[in-house]
């Protein structure tokens, strides 16, 4: 009841002169369409994700463990997959690659047989839907090893015919996103583009806030990275923090942008989100939303403090023409009606609202099953239901 009572009343914590202790915070969801080719991509991928977890769930009984590595993979591809072209491509060409070399491997194995069965994998990196509930709440970096790890190696497939059959399949689809990341076509890009425009985003004086930018893997961090210096004109505007990032570069990186005023921009994902104060900033936006409920606090609290003293805004960007982007737009949609009678106290009960492995698993549903509008009316209707 009393961590219940401390997230409810944030917002209604007063200082001895009556003044609130924490600062108003505001939510923008920020809704944007894919293109066409961006469209078919994610078609093209998300029907391969279906078709693999389908398979995947006919595996014989006893293989639960693989059964969860393969949904796991699954699931970070589908993520990607959301997150950005580069994302999504460096992600096929990582996992071709090494299912390429699992194949050699295989066929050396067995003389060059096309319908042997495949060895079993020793790469068990989730055993069960508790082990994935244990690493939402890892540090980054081991989560950012595990995802590669699983990534790379999980697959359904039994034999090597089928190995080889799902190798082009995934040629196909590495193709497709190199077309894509070549084309230029990054609608969510220009979402945020759109946002540095914003004049919140300059104070009185014309000066540049800072801003801090969340996402989630390492491709689309430094993409971002590379893409808002070349938009300032400035290396040295922008720093960047992930799981990779040492802990004495981490400290210089959060000193700099904290105190160096030609520092503006923090590119980070939740190597960032917990432990980390950077109140020198008001405003963030969510390029990636995360799966786990809780984290969107985390993010949020960096900001959103004791001692700050400005308006806290965050924009939440999803494509609400996707499966799982729909359903989370409607989530974000519910969460801020809400707001606007509690006066703000949303964000501190969402992970409340859904539990990390009960929001995860509606969100894959959305993937598997949202094109049917019975599944579409239930996963609704349970988000509705629960805020």
């Known amino acids: 009841v009393d961590d219940l009572m401390r997230r409810m009343v944030k917002e209604e914590l007063v200082r001895f002169d009556g003044r609130p202790l924490f600062p108003e915070r505001r939510a923008h969801t920020v809704k944007y369409q894919l293109s066409p080719e961006e469209a078919a991509l994610y078609t093209a991928v998300t029907d391969y994700v279906r078709e693999e977890m389908n398979r995947a769930d006919r595996l014989a009984a006893g293989d639960d463990r693989r059964r969860n590595n393969v949904g796991f993979a699954l699931q970070i591809l589908q993520r990607r997959l959301a997150s950005s072209p580069a994302a999504i491509h460096e992600s096929l060409r990582r996992r071709v690659e090494r299912l390429e070399t699992r194949l050699g491997e295989e066929r050396l194995a067995q003389r060059g047989e096309s319908a042997g069965k495949l060895s079993a994998s020793t790469d068990i990196h989730v055993a069960s839907e508790d082990d994935i509930d244990d690493l939402e709440?890892?540090?980054?970096?081991?989560?950012e090893d595990a995802e590669e790890a699983v990534l790379d190696r999980a697959t359904a497939a039994q034999t090597i015919t089928e190995l080889q059959a799902e190798i082009e399949i995934l040629r196909g689809l590495e193709s497709q996103a190199l077309a894509v990341r070549r084309s230029g076509q990054d609608t969510?890009?220009?979402?945020?583009?759109?946002?540095?425009?914003?004049?919140?985003?300059?104070?009185?004086?014309?000066n540049r806030r800072k801003l801090i930018i969340f996402t989630e893997p390492k491709d689309t961090l430094n993409y971002l990275a590379d893409k808002i210096r070349t938009r300032l004109g400035r290396s040295e505007a922008v720093v960047v923090i992930h799981g990779g990032v040492k802990r004495e570069d981490r400290r210089k990186a959060v000193e700099a942008f904290t105190q160096d005023k030609d520092v503006l921009v923090m590119v980070a994902n939740d190597a960032a989100g917990e432990g980390i104060n950077l109140q020198r900033a008001h405003l963030m936006v969510n390029y990636d939303l995360p799966w786990n409920p809780n984290r969107l606090e985390q993010r949020f609290g960096r900001i959103h403090r004791i001692?700050?003293?400005e308006v806290c805004h965050l924009w939440n960007l999803v494509a609400d023409?996707?499966?799982?982007?729909?359903?989370?737009?409607?989530?974000?949609?519910?969460?801020?009606?809400a707001r606007q009678t509690l006066g703000g106290r949303v964000f501190d009960v969402l992970g409340r609202l859904f539990e990390a492995r009960e929001l995860r698993e509606l969100l894959f549903d959305a993937i598997r099953y949202g094109e049917r509008d019975d599944v579409r009316a239930r996963l609704f209707e349970k988000i509705d239901g629960a805020v």
């Open 137 to 143: 709440e890892a540090p980054e970096e081991e989560i």
């Open 188 to 206: 969510k890009w220009r979402q945020l583009d759109s946002i540095l425009d914003d004049p919140l985003m300059t104070d009185r004086d014309g």
């Open 307 to 309: 001692g700050q003293t």
């Open 321 to 337: 023409d996707t499966r799982e982007g729909l359903v989370y737009a409607r989530l974000l949609e519910k969460l801020d009606q």
